[in-house]
């Protein structure tokens, strides 16, 4: 076992050494994670348990259900693909202390949607049943299937060896690091998001809309992450990236769209006001394009975002929010987030 630093960042082996410093983008973005400190006890849920009872259609409470259900495991599998799979192949020190970073910022997450279930739904009965709906509900079912056929495909891989006999399961590796970034947390994640921040713009949920702000946050830098231990790999090692790659990326994003789109017809399956199956769709696909842009790809879809309401959050959220103090966190955030600037 080698403690030395390693040609390239895939190379196997154990790295323990941060001086001198290969990449030390991975460690200001550690550095930039430990700015954006927030906890689930500044969120407050006052006024969302009255706008269920009071002020929601039962579509809209339909789509709520549907959402935390989502949430309620979804955050889960990211974790474990960190630990099983990530952390194991990305053999940089710098790199691992952010994802070690990423991991809090999970658990966090899944802290989040705990509380929110135990806000939302105090039926321990349906609370069960939110929890098992990556079983039970086929919607959800079929986005979780998406997620383990990716983590288990790398899991399987104990190590990436160099060479041409490495090729195809340090392609695997970039494979399984997109899925996650572009199309779990860049599409299922962010079409969470636009849910969220539809119903805040009916004027419902500020609590679940101000713990999404944060949420939204960290996603946004958990992709950054993985999009430049992409940009590396293709840096150190170009001829993974073929054609072969590129149409697997292609049907990766088609399927994930696919997924999303039959869970919107779940969620608005009794007619929500202001939302249609379609314009879900079509924000996918923007987003998606996004995705590919940031990868160097060309766009796939070529469509326009069709979601005013993320048109009016305020940009100064996303572009400055890493140069806050630390402390700006603890006390509560005002503000709102652009879900499609820059992303």
């Known amino acids: ?30 550095r930039d994670g430990i700015k954006n400190t927030w906890t689930v006890e500044e969120v407050d849920f006052s006024t969302d348990t009255a706008d269920l009872q009071k002020k929601m259609s039962d579509a809209e409470r339909h789509l709520v259900q549907r959402l935390i259900a989502f949430f309620a495991t979804g955050d889960s599998i990211v974790a474990n693909n960190l ?27 899944v802290q989040f949607y705990l509380t929110l279930l135990d806000t939302y739904v105090p039926d ?55 899925a996650f970034a572009a199309c779990i947390e860049g599409l299922f994640f962010f079409g969470a998001f636009a849910y969220v921040y539809f119903l805040r713009s ?21 992709m950054a992450f993985a999009f430049e231990v992409v940009k590396t790999v293709r840096r150190e090692e170009p001829e993974l990236w073929d054609a072969s790659l590129e149409a697997s990326i292609y049907a990766m994003l088609d399927e994930a769209i696919d997924c999303e789109t039959q869970f919107a017809e779940d969620l608005l399956g009794y007619g929500v006001v ?18 590919l842009s940031t990868l160097g790809l060309r766009k796939r879809y070529n469509v326009k975002n069709p979601f005013s309401f993320m048109a009016l959050q305020d940009v100064q959220e996303v572009t400055n929010f890493f140069e806050r103090r630390v402390s700006a966190y603890q006390v509560g955030i005002t503000g709102e987030v652009v879900l499609d600037a820059a992303f």
């Open 83 to 109: 630990v099983l799979n990530l952390y194991k192949h990305i053999n940089a020190p710098e790199a691992r202390m952010y994802l070690s970073r990423q991991l809090y910022e999970e658990a966090l997450h």
């Open 1 to 30: 076992m080698s403690v030395r630093r390693p040609a390239r960042i895939l190379d196997p082996g154990l790295c323990l050494t941060l001086r001198p410093m290969a990449y030390p983008v991975f460690f200001e973005m550690y």
């Open 202 to 222: 009916r004027g419902l949920l500020h609590g679940l809309a101000a713990g999404t702000n944060w949420v939204f946050r960290d996603e946004s830098a958990h």
């Open 124 to 178: 321990p009965d349906e609370r069960h049943r939110a929890f098992a709906a990556v079983e039970n509900i086929p919607s959800i079912r079929k986005k979780a299937e998406f997620c383990m056929r990716w983590l288990d495909g790398l899991q399987e891989i104990d190590r990436l060896p160099a060479g041409p006999e490495g090729r195809a399961a340090r392609q695997q590796f970039l494979l399984n690091l997109i």
């Open 274 to 291: 202001g939302l249609s199956v379609d314009s879900v769709r079509q924000y996918l696909e923007f987003c998606a394009d996004q995705r």
